[in-house]
């Protein structure tokens, strides 16, 4: 059973910075692509990022690139999300996903974790 569990969230003023952080358990994490999610209330869940199973290739949803960076360590079995410049508006729980290839689709991805709430005060 894989187990995906994020940390990291909090509370954060507009323009700051936070590094989430999703730990995988039950199988080598470089089985799989990793990517983050957002679910804000009453939205649709959105991709955010994602990364590729070597960590060689990267993806960004539009609102994100240029100020959020995704990484990995697969030797402790991690991947990072680090967020720069927050705004109110990703105010949201952050979700990491597993899946055995990039996908920028929440639907194809096979494991989750529980979530960490993201909320930027303005």
């Known amino acids: 059973q894989v187990q995906l569990v994020e940390s990291g969230g909090g509370l954060v003023q507009a323009g700051g910075s936070l590094r989430l952080s999703c730990a995988v358990s039950g199988r080598p994490i470089s089985t799989y692509a990793m990517g983050w999610f957002r679910q804000a209330p009453g939205k649709a869940r959105e991709f955010v990022a994602a990364?590729?199973?070597?960590?060689?290739?990267?993806d960004y949803g539009d609102s994100v690139k240029g100020r959020f960076t995704i990484s990995r360590d697969n030797a402790k079995n991690t991947v990072q999300l680090q967020m720069n410049s927050l705004k109110p508006e990703e105010t949201a729980v952050y979700y990491c996903?597993?899946?055995?290839?990039?996908?920028?689709?929440?639907?194809?991805?096979?494991?989750w974790g529980q979530g960490t709430q993201v909320t930027v005060s303005s």
């Open positions: 990364i590729s199973r070597g960590g060689g290739i990267t």
């Open positions: 996903a597993a899946n055995t290839y990039m996908s920028f689709d929440s639907g194809e991805y096979d494991y």
